[in-house]
């Protein structure tokens, strides 16, 4: 079987971890579980509908980032909301970011930041639905299962589960996060799933000689007599496991491989958090859709000095190494970073020297994707409570990264109930970035 390896990518005040694992295809002596996936994902996308060849890479700050220590600094309130870890000044002329980003600030004229993202829902599981989702939905701070699909399972069914050159899945998760499944829209346009920090490969779990064996027991199998099988079944078969195949020994699985980077590349993004980056960069370059990775530790109740210190620079380094990367590779137009959370932290610093969950301000940051950088959109109020103007919504949120996949935005899908069920209810794209 294909098995990326994960390991935990921390917890939130609530004790939530985050390991997971992937396993792609049972090749086992009884049959194969990925082509009967790939059946099923088929089915699922019949139909959708072509879309534009781009991408979409989905950095979530798991536990709720600071929007003050990150991108919102504030440093000429008084000094209990002010940036704990100061400012520094990016190349866009009069825009800081929290002092422990001095290399994001060297490429924030590819970046666009929403200083009045908000929402209602301070709750983890709530604000984490709300935007993963675009809907609001109170019983998800008890665990109660999604009951809307994300972002990236829409991408999944109106484009079909794989490239049609590449074989790449069109949504894969490398690390898990809550809400970001295919809910009602079904397993067809499920991610898949890689849970954890990647590893630098998928490895086979079965020899490549006995995969060549398997193969040949199938042509075998292809002799019987076809007539037999008057309702095509045989050759729906055959068409699912040479997808199987396909995708085992196709480029889909030299994207999967780090080692295929020189480590230069390597070592500019870093371990960890930048090793995720660096493969969803080559994921979307084989042609991936929509890739999930989730940073967590920011859930910072108390001593939120170390607490930046401790998750920043690996933010810091990863991200500005894939900016310039994108860049410098002719990915800019093509593939969009989304840096958020499930919320921000409360404006004023608490006795703990720690923020508490704030929804009504959050921090939400654009890179590329073909929008227009190098610019902020919407202001916060002095003390960074809640938006002074122009407040930006997950609706708003969810109809921009539709634009940028191409997906229109009066998709609709049949609900468990057959009705028709559009998947943005008054989001709008945000002007400012198209």
């Known amino acids: 079987m294909l098995t990326i390896w994960g390991s935990p990518s921390g917890q939130t005040c609530e004790g939530h971890s985050r390991r997971d694992f992937l396993r792609i295809g049972g090749l086992g002596t009884a049959a194969l579980s990925l082509p009967t996936l790939l059946a099923a994902r088929t089915t699922a996308a019949a139909t959708g509908q072509a879309t ?206 780090l080692t295929k980077e020189d480590a230069g590349t390597r070592e500019r993004y870093g371990k960890g958090l930048g090793e995720q980056l660096l493969l969803a960069r080559r994921l979307c370059e084989a042609g991936c859709g929509f890739v999930n990775i989730h940073y967590g530790g920011w859930d910072m109740h108390g001593g939120i000095v170390q607490g930046m210190r401790g998750r920043a620079p690996a933010m810091d380094q990863g991200v500005s190494a894939l900016v310039e990367d994108l860049v410098a590779r002719g990915l800019a137009e093509r593939v969009l970073l989304v840096i958020t959370g499930e919320f921000g932290r409360t404006p004023r610093i608490n006795g703990g020297a720690g923020r508490d969950h704030w929804a009504p301000l959050s921090p939400l940051a654009f890179a590329c994707g073909g929008l227009r950088t190098g610019q902020v959109i919407g202001e916060s109020s002095a003390k960074a409570e809640v938006p002074k103007n122009r407040p930006i919504s997950p609706q708003d949120l969810m109809a921009t990264v539709f634009h940028v996949l191409g997906i229109p935005q009066d998709v609709a899908f049949r609900d468990p109930a057959g009705r028709p069920t559009s998947m943005i209810a008054g989001g709008q794209v945000i002007d400012e970035l198209v």
């Open 52 to 257: 534009k060849d781009t991408s979409v890479i989905w950095l979530w700050l798991g536990g709720g980032a600071t929007q003050i220590e990150t991108f919102d600094p504030k440093m000429e309130a008084p000094a209990e909301f002010r940036s704990t870890v100061g400012a520094v000044d990016t190349t866009v002329p009069g825009l800081q970011f929290g002092g422990l980003f001095p290399r994001m600030a060297q490429v924030a004229q590819h970046m666009a930041i929403v200083r009045s993202f908000a929402h209602r829902n301070s709750g983890h599981g709530g604000g984490t639905h709300w935007v993963m989702t675009g809907y609001d939905y109170p019983p998800a701070d008890q665990g109660s299962q999604p009951i809307k699909p994300s972002m990236g399972a829409v991408a999944a069914r109106v484009r079909g589960p794989n490239h049609p050159r590449t074989g790449i899945p069109t949504f894969v998760r490398l690390s898990g996060i809550y809400g970001d499944g295919a809910s009602w829209l079904g397993a067809g346009a499920a991610p898949f799933d890689s849970g954890g920090q990647a590893r630098n490969n998928m490895n086979l779990a079965i020899q490549r000689e006995r995969l060549s064996d398997r193969r040949g027991l199938l042509s075998d199998l292809d002799r019987i007599d076809r007539h037999l099988d008057r309702s095509g079944l045989m050759s729906g078969l055959d068409e699912f496991e040479g997808q199987a195949f396909s995708l085992i020994f196709s480029e889909a699985k030299a994207a999967f491989d």
